[in-house]
């Protein structure tokens, strides 16, 4: 029955998640790829490590635009410690 619920795990929240990509253009950057030592991503900032130890970031919050129509990922059911509550939670 779907109100018998194991205590502490009563649905509590519905999340939905979805994708959202962001871009850097290397070229549009003044980047040549061969100068990059590495790289790392953190939220929309890309940090680079060039080759001659330099480190620069380049934030990308404009890109970030969500096709909420086309890039739906999945739907969590959540209880009050934000774990999942077994078999209701579904994904495409």
């Keep these: ?4 619920w194991i205590e502490g ?3 509590k929240i519905i999340e939905a998640r979805y994708s ?8 549009e950057l003044g980047i040549d790829w061969d100068d990059i030592e590495d790289w790392d991503l ?5 940090e680079i490590t060039f080759k001659d130890g330099t480190k620069k970031t380049y934030e990308n919050w404009e890109d970030l635009e969500i096709d909420y129509k086309h ?3 999945e739907v969590l ?3 009050e410690d934000w774990e999942k509550v077994e078999g209701l939670n579904w994904w495409i």
């Design 1 to 4: 029955m779907m109100s018998d």
């Design 9 to 11: 795990t009563k649905p």
């Design 20 to 27: 959202a990509y962001l871009s850097w253009d290397l070229e």
């Design 42 to 46: 953190s939220r929309a900032d890309l």
């Design 71 to 73: 890039n739906f990922e």
């Design 77 to 79: 059911i959540l209880d």
